[in-house]
Structure formats: C-alpha cells, structure tokens
C-alpha cells in the first residue's frame, strides 16, 4: 500500500495488548507509522520495525490521571484508535448493576475520558482522524448482551456526533463495525447467569452460540486492515461494516421490518 500518511505517522491505539488492538498496533507499525500502544497490561518497552515502531504505555481508560501520564509521554500525533473494550453477557434482568457500569466505564466513558484529552492535540493540528471499534451489536442488539450492545449503541451515538462536531477542525470520526472476531474477547467475557434464573437456559444457548462464532470468526487482522486503509482516506465514512455477509445483514436491518429482524435473531440465538 502506497501510503500518504493524510494525518502524518503517529497513531495512539488504546487497548493495544490484545486482539484487535494489538492487530492494528503491528500492521501500522509495519507500514511506517509510529504507534503509542496503550493498555493496562502492556509491556512498557519500544520495538522497532524496518520503518515503524510500537511503544508500549501503561494506561487505564477508566482512570483519569492514568490517561493525563500516558499522553504526557506521547506529545503530538495524528490518528487515535479506541479498541479497549470487553463484554458482559447475562439476561438483561439480571445482570447487576454493577457489572453494567463497568461495562460501560470500558466501552463508552474511556472513550470520551481519552477524547476529552486527545481532541485538544488533533484540533490544535487542525486535521485527526478518530476511529472507534464498535461491534454489529452497536447496530442490532444481541440477545443476552443487551448491555454490551447498549453501551455500542450509545458508542456510535456519540462518534455520530463528534463527526458533526469536530468536522470544521479537521477531525474526521469513523465507526468500525467487526461481527464475530476470533480474539481473547471471548475467554474474558464476563458471565453472569443467576442459577434459579427463568432465563438459565435460553442464556446459556444463546451464550454458546455466540462464543462458537466469535472462535470461528475472522482474524482480527481483517479489521486492522481496514483501520489502515481508512487512515489513508481524506474523507472517509462514518461507519464501515467489516466482512461481506456482515455489510449484508446491514442492508437487511435497513430494508426488514423490525419485527422480521427480532425474528431472525431470536431464530440464531435459539430464543425460538
């Protein structure tokens, strides 16, 4: 790929030590960029590549003053890629409340926690990129990830917005929307099915059906690829569904009556 670097060649990707942002920390470094990898776990070390490199920081984006030392240590850079993220499943009844604001403390609030640092250095350049990874599930709610699906729904609000917003600095947001992707994401979900639940046995099959997916789903590098070739776009869309029968079951939401698609999905997830 014969890259122009539009937003120049240093990229900060949060949730870098695993799965799809590790993918994207490796294939821009490899294509020349200077990558700032940010995660709670990785290793604080700099590797270096024939024209790139990845410098690992330790950040939480749950944690205010952790996210101020990380970019403290960064200074200036063009494109920012928001991957840190995990999933909770369980019967939307009965998830505790607790377990729905950590989920959405990781998937949504360190979004705008990291942006609330990371938009003052992109509008003072006067051109950015800002790429989140959202899910399908930020655009058709999953049977017993009705949490996980909620805080990527209010995560693709939000990106909405911020395109309309930072669209006069020179800032372009854009949403990517994997399906089922075979990463690490699947053992860390968090489960929580109440024994003497009324819904046990229909979480259960759905949960079964999702992680059988997500083990046989694409590489995470699939998704990396089209972070890069979006970093390599003047104008690129808001929102981009990654895999053919994913950009498919898109067109369908739009054109299927409502009741057709909640039909279709309960069918998949075994809620027949």
Known sequence: MNHKFLYGNRIVITGASSGIGKACAELFAQNGYDVFA????????????LSGSITGIRCDVTDADSI??????IGGFGILIHSAGFGIAGAAEDTPIEMVRKQFETNYFGVL???????????????????????????VSIPFQSHYSSSKYALEAYMEALRMEAGSFGIRAVILEPGDTKTAFTAKRETD??????????????????????KEGKDPKTVAKTALKISNKKNPPIRIAIGTSYK???????IL????????????YHQQ
């Not at 940010?38 to 590549?49: A, C, D, Q, T």
């Not at 926690?113 to 655009?139: D, H, M, T």
Request: glycine share 4%; charged share 35%.
């Open 68 to 73: 101020k030392r990380a970019f403290a240590k």
């Open 193 to 214: 099915i109440l024994e003497n639940s009324v819904y046990k046995k229909k979480a259960e099959a759905a949960i079964w059906q999702m992680e059988k997916d997500e």
């Open 257 to 268: 009556p409502d009741r057709t698609v909640l039909f279709l999905l309960r069918k998949i």
């Open 248 to 254: 498919m079951l898109m067109v369908l939401r739009r």
């Open 38 to 49: 940010l995660s709670r776990s990785i290793e604080e070390k700099v590797e270096k590549f």
């Open 113 to 139: 926690a990291v942006n609330s640092i990371a938009l003052p250095v992109l509008r003072k350049r006067g051109k950015g990129l800002v790429i989140a990874i959202s899910s399908i599930a930020g655009r």
